[in-house]
């Protein structure tokens, strides 16, 4: 009952915020989609955080340690700092200046008026749309678990099935309603707060869960010296988790392309619009590495203690728990107790949430602006009727996802990687758009479409997914390269946009010219 | 300074793939294995780099549109 009411609170606090946001509500559509234009640096560097981790930060993080090691911050954490920051100078400032300065709201928009193409609009929505929809299943059916695994055996009578727990199905409706509340009623703006609070409280709780579980796996006087402890018996145990030699060393560089995924993230693409200036993106530049340092260091180091961490002569955590990501959770239930199991699952609510609302807005902004004000006339429309039609489709989007998460997926879990991939595929598109004068409109197809392909026939090849740990494997110098398919898809991208633009027409001066202003006459 | 920079990056990118300290289990202080320290001195450095890069390498034509007038266009708002 305790991590019930901790959640409820913490729920209660979130829905609060979002519905105070909304008294800032100006009433138009360009508030509710983008702020405004009115996010300063410390919420822009909050929610571009917040969007981009999601519970995997916490819980995955640990449960891959668990597994793999310490390699795993190398491989997601590291490689995270310095290209995020990469995609938030190279390609967010500029898209936030051609934002600003040509009125978008959505990728779509701009990538049509950027080739001239209604087309490629036409082409890249039910990619994008598609590649975020098992994204926001994940989190959603990863909120109900969370939920119900804290609440087991509070109600005994009324949810027998479930062990005394919340119901997922009941949890996940609950997550989705106060999310649905506070984006609707607060749009960017409410998201952008409430990411705030919910960036804050899961980089908070994480520390603190560190410094719990250190002290209770060490059992010696003092923080450093259980750390040390701690450490020591993982040496002992377990000295490999201590090293990447379980790891393949091109599969760790060819990995160093999934967070390229940034770049083409429809959600952070819109976080990007809402800055108030240029300026405001040099703080989420500098301090993003430093962040994902701050949420991602002490996990792995509570994942790799908890390979041999003991109480009472047992092991904490069996190696039973290696493929469930749970090990954060066993921890935290065997040293901590209920107040911090509950804050625990508030911090990781907190995560997932910071990812659904950006996602659920930004789907339901898609809809609006590159299907209903594309498509039909946008004078017919108030402010107010564009506004409701936003909120619409936002209401339409959880319900949906919210549906689809009843049927529980659990192979969806497995699309995690592989909606990274595609997007990180799609990065060459963006990239060329803002940088390559000679990018044209059948390049772009011809990106698109490769990508497609590539991305559905490794997917087939992985069986759908299934294999979570499929590598592709490349012939060369005598052995079998292992890759990750993302450097596949990517390669070819590269190749059949640069390829075909060069064997087309370049594009009109006119169009280029509004994208290049130093182009010559 | 601008290139030295960009340099930076390229080296930062590269010492990321550590492969010398792949099976080297060494524990710094006791607490941090050493591949797992030298990934928090590349995310240290990464900070500091972009903080130089905010600096030398910041694309100033972008403020430019904020003085500049909002135009709505096709792809505008619709």
């Known amino acids: 009952m305790t991590q019930l009411a901790i959640i409820g609170v913490y729920l209660a606090l979130l829905l609060g915020l979002g519905l105070f946001s909304s008294r800032l509500f100006r009433g138009t559509s360009e508030d509710y989609m983008l702020a405004s234009h009115s996010i300063g640096p410390f919420l822009l560097l909050m929610s571009l955080f917040g969007t981009t981790m999601t519970a995997f930060a916490l819980v995955g993080s640990t449960g891959e340690a668990f ?105 996940a409706l609950v997550i989705c309603s106060v999310v649905l509340i506070y984006v609707f009623f607060g ?219 009843l049927f529980e997926p659990r192979s969806v879990f497995a699309m995690g990687i592989w909606c990274f991939s595609g997007y990180t595929g799609l990065f060459p598109l963006v990239f060329a758009a803002l940088y390559w004068k000679r990018l044209t409109v059948a390049g772009a197809y011809a990106c698109v479409l490769t990508v497609a392909g590539m991305w559905l026939w490794l997917f087939a090849e992985s069986g759908f997914g299934a294999n979570a740990n499929y590598t592709f494997q490349l012939p060369a110098f005598g052995q079998q390269l292992e890759m990750m398919p993302v450097l596949p898809i990517t390669v070819a991208s590269v190749v059949a946009l640069v390829a075909v633009s060069l064997v087309t027409s370049p594009p009109p001066d006119e169009t280029v010219r509004r994208f290049f202003p130093d182009l010559k006459s | 300074m601008k290139y030295a920079i960009w340099l930076s990056v390229v080296v930062l990118l590269i010492l990321h793939q550590d492969f010398w300290w792949w099976d080297d289990g060494t524990l710094l202080l006791g607490i941090v294995p050493v591949g797992l320290a030298s990934h928090l001195g590349i995310s240290l450095a990464a900070a500091v780099l972009w903080c130089l890069a905010t600096i030398y390498c910041w694309p100033h034509s972008a403020e430019e549109t904020e003085s500049s007038n909002v135009s709505t266009t096709e792809g505008g708002q619709g």
């Open chain 1, 187 to 405: 749009g960017m703006r409410g998201t952008a707060w409430a990411n705030t609070f919910q960036t804050s409280v899961f980089m908070i709780l994480g520390v603190v869960t560190f410094v719990v579980i250190a002290n209770g796996i060490g059992g010696q006087e003092g923080l450093w010296a259980n750390m040390q402890a701690a450490t020591a018996k993982v040496a002992e145990a377990h000295p490999d988790r201590l090293t990447r030699s379980e790891m393949s060393k091109f599969m760790f560089t060819t990995y160093l392309l999934i967070p390229l995924s940034v770049g083409m993230f429809p959600h952070v693409f819109q976080h990007w619009l809402t800055a108030r200036s240029a300026q405001t993106f040099k703080l989420p530049v500098i301090v993003h590495p430093l962040f994902i340092m701050l949420v991602w260091a002490p996990c792995v180091m509570v994942g790799v203690w908890a390979t041999s961490a003991t109480l009472n002569g047992q092991l904490i955590v069996s190696p039973g728990a290696a493929t469930t990501n749970k090990e954060l959770t066993i921890l935290v239930a065997k040293l901590a107790g209920p107040v911090l199991g509950g804050l625990l699952s508030a911090g990781i609510l907190a995560a997932i949430m910071s990812s659904l609302d950006s996602q659920f807005l930004c789907i339901g902004s898609i809809f609006t602006n590159d299907i209903v004000l594309h498509y039909w006339d946008k004078k017919r429309f108030t402010e107010k009727q564009i506004v409701m039609w936003a909120r619409l489709f936002v209401v339409a989007i959880v319900a949906v996802t919210y549906g689809l998460s």
């Open chain 1, 67 to 171: 597994r793999e090691g310490i390699g795993v911050y190398g491989l997601m954490a590291s490689s995270s700092g310095i290209v995020h920051s990469l995609c938030f100078l190279l390609i967010g400032v500029k898209i936030w200046s051609f934002g600003y300065k040509h009125g978008y709201t959505t990728q779509i928009q701009f990538f049509r008026d950027r080739l001239g193409s209604n087309g490629i609009g036409l082409l890249l929505f039910p990619i994008i749309v598609g590649l975020v929809i098992p994204y926001l299943l994940i989190g959603v059916i990863a909120s109900g678990a969370v939920i119900n695994g804290a609440t087991i055996g509070t109600f005994p009578e009324t949810f027998a099935a479930t062990r005394g727990g919340v119901p997922h199905w009941l949890a």
